[in-house]
């Protein structure tokens, strides 16, 4: 089959009324991929596309949705916990976050991060099935078929940019610490807008395409037996194709066995215990304790310059009511004691087994500070090294009878890397809020 056979004129209604010159273009693809006789995979097809279509769109929702959580579990609204430049339309859906039940944001992190991981696979095989589409000829044929090419770009660069940024921060969080969630979250709308659009557009032909073949008789398909589909509008079937060297059940499994493998050495990391060390993939926060501080580290108190010199002598400022006082951590383990049963659940998809945290109420310190009824509380660390963390906390975070300033934890003093003298824990509260190496409480009417 020759080129000029294999690219047959389009037979778009607005193409006889273009000039001539416009028309041999099209017609005269240079060699090499926009020719569609290059794509030559007798199992690409509308099949196979919406296949990995489906998986992507039931995946990428629980991605998407599971995210707007995780932004929703920042409590941006409140203080500098959020300093996204206007994020104001955005922030429609904000509610206030529960702190029951104290494990969703561990499951609903898990599963944006997890899930996130899995699709990458599903992703790359989506891609593959479309690649020919890339390089459709000519570029530019009609101002909808502009358009359209400009929404793909935005579909296919926002996933692969959400898909890098997300990865790249739970290897390596502390890269870009203050534009990663900015830009994943523009990122994400960005990326939503045209995947919407893109859902209206094909979900007519991804469930014809759905419909054209029985899923099961594909799983009962063998290399050997595998054919091409008839032509389809979207150009994706090869005029001119190869013998088949892979079934497409065996393109599905590839694709399956790949998002399996990931899963297996990530999820590790969700659960957390014993498991944790089967989650190769997932690098963070292989740091852990001794003992009952046995549990993963995030940051080491080395790596946020706290040392005994930091600690020795140490204070705890509080303040509210217009009042300010000073307590030892004498004086706060002369207090009533509370334990909560709680994990670390970290944004980057890690998490803890529950550890029995044993401090002091924060509602008590409230109370103590004249500031009963708080509106919310700064919690400010004593870091200076790195990033300094502060974080505000609401309300109903705040009179939680689970919501402590740790003293102990499993039955020993806090190690110096999970927080002595003192550290915040909150139930259902993202893990980076929980500071540790506390200095001040500043509670707000
Ligand atoms: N002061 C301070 N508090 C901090 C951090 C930090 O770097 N500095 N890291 C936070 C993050 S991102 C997490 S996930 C948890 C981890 O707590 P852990 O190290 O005790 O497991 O602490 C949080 N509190
Ligand atoms: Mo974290």
Redesign the pocket.
């Known amino acids: 089959m020759t080129d000029q056979q294999d690219h047959a004129p389009p037979t778009d209604a607005a193409r006889p009324r273009s000039p001539r010159w416009v028309r041999w273009i099209g017609e005269h693809p240079p060699p090499g991929p926009t020719r569609r006789g290059f794509w030559r995979s007798p199992i690409r097809g509308p099949w196979l596309t919406a296949v990995f279509g489906l998986v992507l769109l039931i995946g990428i929702t629980i991605v998407f949705v599971t995210g707007l959580l995780s932004y929703a579990a920042y409590n941006p609204d409140l203080g500098s916990n959020d300093l996204t430049p206007d994020k104001g339309l955005l922030g429609f859906y904000l509610f206030h976050w529960p702190t029951q039940p104290y494990w969703l944001y561990r499951f609903t992190q898990g599963v944006h991060v997890t899930l996130g991981l899995i699709l990458v696979p599903v992703l790359l095989g989506k891609l593959w099935s479309v690649i020919p589409k890339l390089f459709d000829w000519p570029p530019v044929r009609s101002p909808a078929q502009f358009l359209e090419r400009i929404s793909l770009l935005l579909l296919v660069g926002g996933a692969v940019f959400e898909f890098v940024t997300g990865i790249v921060n739970i290897q390596y969080w502390y890269v870009f610490p203050a534009s990663f969630y900015t830009v994943h979250l523009y990122g994400a709308w960005i990326f939503i807008a045209a995947f919407a659009a893109h859902v209206a557009l094909k979900s007519r032909r991804m469930v014809t395409a759905l419909r054209s073949r029985s899923f099961r008789d594909e799983l009962h398909t063998d290399t050997a037996h595998t054919r091409p589909e008839p032509p389809d509008p979207d150009d994706l079937v090869s005029p001119n194709p190869a013998a088949p060297t892979i079934s497409r059940r065996g393109a599905l499994g590839l694709v399956g066995a790949g998002s399996l493998t990931v899963l297996l050495l990530t999820v590790g990391q969700s659960i957390g215990g014993a498991l944790r060390p089967t989650a190769l993939l997932a690098p963070r926060g292989q740091t852990l304790g001794h003992g009952p501080n046995d ?5 080491t108190a080395e790596e ?1 310059a706290i040392s005994t010199a930091e600690t020795d002598g140490w204070q705890l400022e509080l303040r509210g009511g217009g009042t300010s006082m000073t307590l030892t951590r004498d004086d706060l383990l002369a207090m009533p004691q509370h334990t909560a049963h709680l994990p ?1 659940a ?1 944004v980057e998809g890690w998490s ?1 087994r529950n550890q029995a945290w044993t401090g002091v109420q924060l509602r008590d310190l409230a109370r103590l500070a004249g500031a009963p009824e708080p509106g919310s509380v700064l919690v400010e ?1 004593i ?1 200076t090294g ?2 300094f ?1 502060s974080a505000t906390l609401r309300r109903n975070q705040v009179l939680d009878p689970d919501s402590l300033l740790a003293l102990r934890v499993n039955d020993a003093d806090l190690s110096l ?3 002595y003298p003192a550290r915040v824990i909150v139930p259902n509260n993202p ?2 809020h ?4 506390v200095g001040r409480l500043d509670f707000q009417a």
């Open positions: 549990f993963q580290i995030n940051k946020a670390i970290c803890t660390s870091q790195g990033l963390r890397d999970h927080g893990g980076v929980n500071t540790k190496w």
